[in-house]
């Protein structure tokens, strides 16, 4: 149960039972047809038959169930680096993709409190102390409260979700997070009629930090998302990866992840979220707001100013010598949250 | 450990010494030794992309690689005159060409990283993409003018000129290594990040800096 590393034992329960994974299987959302499964031999065979069904033996209403089910009852191969944080397949967003290494997901961070270099972030994290750890939730909300990061793991069962990252710099992963929809701790705390953005502060603490003296961003980093953005299921409260607790370098102990927007809107470490009336000044808006804009959701239409969002790396992938992949309206989950933006100009409100 | 030294061998340091010492930079190993070190960049590079040990993203590490290293040797090339000065060797003119060629290889291996690996060598979207941003448009013509200076490298180019418009000619170095240093800036802006800009900066100005002292001091 424990890894090696971290001397907390996490004592998870998970509900894997097949009905309560079966809540999310109306969300699909496969963006990517399945001929460009991958099939790992880690996993267990039943899964692998499954998948074989999947990628065509049979025909595709079969073959989408086939899917489906293989989706919902496997787990990811663990690496074995950290203390184990299993979670119940979800089908929420769930893609097809090859999942990226984790050793690629764990080495090449943007987490600009311990350095700016991609690199940096997996050497230097390792001093961040994720106990006692506390997430403040206050606000416009009727039942404010301090959370011990051990009771919020708690809070609601823990799944399993594959989602695809894409770093508005122009990359992407496919990681296997673990966490639950943030909308499990938004009803619980039950917002005000106030209550119209989310606010999620970090840790920004230069003890631990080496690089939050640096005048790269304004700390501590601050994100933020529109209420129904926040309640969308697709948002997920983030506690672990490839089913073991988050290493610190992916935003330890508690982040967020929105697959849909650039990987900078998902704040990781965070301590405190805060409901309020205003759009929340986030911090890359504060640092470049020609540049990144409050919603920054993934559109190839809209480019950056300095470089083209119209294609993308998949990290650990791609060879070094192929072409970049096309990037996906909204990531790939334009079926599923569209229609939050809908009416809206993407080109003003980037 | 008891040294067995022959009588003798005292004095052939002595014998040595006095005698002006044939500079190491006039040996004719001299040449090929730094073509050598100047080619490691390459060698590395190229075995790491084959390799698979230039971490998660390959392409942006060469990308980025090459620029590194075209920055460093117009700063290595242009600092080849001031220290010709400073140590009174006047033999290291000699290795001038081959430093400012190998800036230009890295140059062509940047420029080629950018539009092989992230244009996939569509000339269209190239020739869409560079205009498009002042940062690319900075350092493809800081590349442009580098090119009339690698074509009119070899001593026939310089005698057909004429050493006057020759030299007149290569001063587009100094507008180089401008745009090049504005380019990596522009770059780094992204993350406000301008420690190793800063650093480049520093030296730049040092080198062109101490070539205006002299215009003022021979004036």
């Known amino acids: 149960m424990s890894g090696h590393g971290t001397g907390s034992t996490l004592a998870v329960q998970t509900d ?185 502060v970090t840790l920004a603490d230069p003890k631990t930090m080496p690089y939050v003296g640096s005048r790269v961003l304004e700390w501590p980093y601050v994100e933020g998302l529109r209420m129904d953005e926040a309640m969308h299921p697709l948002a997920l409260l983030t506690f672990g990866l490839y089913g073991e607790i988050l290493p610190n370098q992916n935003g330890a102990p508690v982040r967020a992840v929105l697959p849909w927007k650039y990987g900078f809107k998902s704040g990781k470490s965070i301590v405190k979220i805060r409901f309020v009336e205003k759009e929340p000044r986030t911090s890359w808006v504060k640092a470049n707001s020609g540049e990144y804009g409050f919603y920054s959701n993934v559109n190839p239409k809209v480019d950056h100013p300095r470089w083209s969002q119209a294609t993308e790396r998949r990290i650990g992938e791609d060879g070094i010598f192929q072409k970049k992949r096309p990037t996906l309206m909204f990531n790939g989950y334009e079926s599923q949250v569209g229609q939050l933006y809908a009416g809206m100009d993407l080109a003003k409100y980037f | ?65 090459t620029g590194d290293w075209t920055l460093r040797f117009l700063c290595i090339t242009l600092a080849v005159t001031p220290l010709r000065q400073w140590t009174k060797q006047p033999s290291l003119a000699r290795f001038r060409r081959m430093l400012g ?50 074509v009119t490298s070899f001593n026939r180019a310089i005698k057909a000129l004429g050493a006057k418009r020759w030299k007149a000619l290569h001063k587009l170095v100094y507008a180089t290594v401008l745009l090049g240093l504005l380019h990596f800036f522009w770059m780094k802006a992204a993350k406000n990040n301008f420690g190793e800009v800063a650093i480049y900066a520093v030296v730049i100005a040092f080198l062109l800096g101490w070539r205006i002292q002299q215009r003022l001091r021979s004036a």
């Open chain 1, 16 to 200: 894997t039972r097949p009905e309560n994974a079966m809540h999310f299987l109306k969300d699909r959302g496969f963006a990517i047809p399945s001929s460009e499964v991958t099939p790992r031999d880690v996993y267990e065979g039943r899964r692998h038959l499954l998948k074989l069904l999947a990628m065509g033996a049979a025909g595709a209403t079969l073959s989408a169930w086939a899917a489906r089910v293989a989706l919902a009852q496997s787990t990811t191969a663990r690496p074995n680096k950290l203390a184990a944080l299993p979670g119940s397949h979800s089908s929420v967003g769930g893609t097809m993709e090859k999942l990226t290494p984790y050793q690629d997901v764990t080495t090449y961070n943007n987490f600009y409190e311990f350095g700016t270099d991609k690199s940096d972030p997996g050497r230097n994290a390792h001093t961040l102390k994720t106990r006692p750890w506390t997430i403040a939730v206050e606000g416009e909300v009727k039942k404010p409260k301090v959370y011990d990061i051990d009771e919020l793991i708690k809070l609601a069962p823990m799944e399993e979700r594959i989602y695809r990252l894409r770093c508005v710099e122009g990359w992407s992963m496919v990681v296997p997070w673990v966490g639950y929809s943030m909308s499990e701790l938004i009803k619980r705390v039950e917002p005000t009629g106030q209550a119209k953005y989310v606010e999620f």
């Open chain 2, 1 to 65: 450990m008891s040294a067995v030294l022959k009588p003798g061998a005292s004095t052939i340091v002595s014998a040595r010494s006095p005698a002006r010492a044939k500079p190491a930079l006039l040996h004719p190993v001299a040449k090929p030794l730094l073509f050598m070190l100047c080619v490691l960049p390459f060698v590395w590079l190229f075995y790491g992309a084959f390799a698979n040990t230039l971490g998660a993203n390959p392409a942006e590490a060469l990308i980025r690689s």
């Open chain 2, 101 to 150: 060629l190998f800036a230009f290889l890295y140059v062509v291996l940047h420029f080629l990283s950018y539009a092989w690996l992230d244009m996939g060598f569509d000339l269209a979207t190239i020739a869409h993409d560079i205009p498009k941003r002042p940062f690319a448009l900075v350092g493809f013509t800081a590349f442009v003018l580098m090119i009339p200076l690698a």
